[in-house]
């Protein structure tokens, strides 16, 4: 499903476990609001909003990127959009797009144009100012615009969403957090950034091998970071650089591979998934399957009949070469 329609169709189709009645809407119409965050994550909370319509008023101490889904509105054949004041000025954001806000700022909603489906995410400020400073941005940072159709952030924050709903693992949604700031300090700060620092060749290779080391481990970028003495930021953007992957892929490559060998040697698909790191049976065949085309358990069968093949004998190698 994911792969067959825009990503913010299936994000809006996300669903609470429980529900807020909005006592201005119709009986048929159920405003659904609630919160998430994770004690691994705690720079990020999150707001989420699904058939709304209700006239936020909000003041902010934190950085803020609100998503809006598209939710169709026949009757009055608009998507969603939002009209909303902010800094003295009125905006309107149409499905598709960000709006952006920063600490001690708020912002009014006056009109929202259908059933509002939409994600709040709400960053630390200290987080921010890290990663300004490890790209050579000094504080305090302030926004240039309040709303953006910037295609790269947009995909960035929907894929953040995605991973808030799945609960995908600290190391990529940390990776996937970053990014988010960094292009909202490149490209939308009033002072741009002079760029994302590089890694040398010794901190990947730190990176590298602390990976390799702790593929079955639940660590972060934090760890990383400390590991190779190398920023964040720097992480996040010079691995891909240099190896072509994130740290997170790097991460499952490794895993997948260990995997393989534990598989070779009869251990139960089950038992891998434990000790290579992933956190269920599931997770391990997903990833399996998607990196080499087939499940751990045809694997292991396919290997298991192979080596149960009769061997040919050396002189039969022999007169098979000399033919």
């Not at 905006?91 to 509002?116: I, N, Q, Y």
């Not at 926004?143 to 953040?160: I, N, P, Q």
């Not at 970053?178 to 490209?187: A, H, I, T």
Request: with cysteine.
């Amino acid at each position: 499903m994911i792969a067959s329609v825009p990503m913010r169709h299936v994000l809006a189709a996300q669903r609470p476990a429980f529900t807020v009645a909005a006592p201005d809407l119709e009986p048929a119409a159920a405003e659904q609001v609630w919160f998430s965050s994770r004690p691994d994550l705690p720079a990020l909370q999150v707001l989420h909003g699904r058939s709304s319509q209700r006239l936020w008023k909000v003041w902010h101490e934190r950085y803020a990127l609100c998503v809006l889904y598209a939710c169709w509105d026949d009757a009055r054949g608009r998507d969603g959009a939002t009209l909303w004041r902010y800094r003295g000025k009125d905006f309107t954001t149409a499905p598709g797009e960000l709006m952006l806000m920063e600490p001690g700022e708020c912002h009014v909603t006056r009109a929202v144009f259908g059933l509002g489906d939409f994600d709040v995410f709400e960053i630390d400020p200290a987080l921010v100012e890290q990663l300004a400073a490890e790209q050579g941005l000094p504080a305090p940072i302030h926004l240039r615009t309040a709303c953006t159709g910037d295609a790269e952030l947009v995909h960035c924050v929907e894929a953040l969403a995605l991973g808030t709903y799945l609960g995908e693992e600290r190391l990529l949604q940390e990776q996937r957090l970053v990014r988010v700031v960094s292009l909202l300090l490149q490209r939308h700060t009033e002072s741009r950034t002079p760029g994302v620092p590089r890694m040398t060749k010794v901190q990947v290779s730190r990176a590298r091998d602390f990976i390799v080391a702790n593929h079955a481990t639940d660590f972060g970028i934090s760890d990383l970071s400390a590991a190779c003495s190398a920023s964040a930021s720097a992480i996040c953007h010079g691995m891909p650089e240099a190896l072509g992957v994130t740290p997170m892929e790097l991460r499952t490559l490794v895993r997948v591979e260990r995997a393989r060998a534990l598989l070779l040697h009869g251990t139960r698909p089950v038992d891998v998934a434990a000790v290579v790191g992933f956190c269920d049976q599931a997770k391990l065949s997903r990833k399996f399957k998607d990196l080499l085309g087939i499940s751990p358990r045809a694997y292991a069968d396919m290997m298991s009949k192979q080596s149960k093949r009769p061997q040919p004998t050396a002189a039969a190698q022999v007169a098979a070469k000399t033919s």
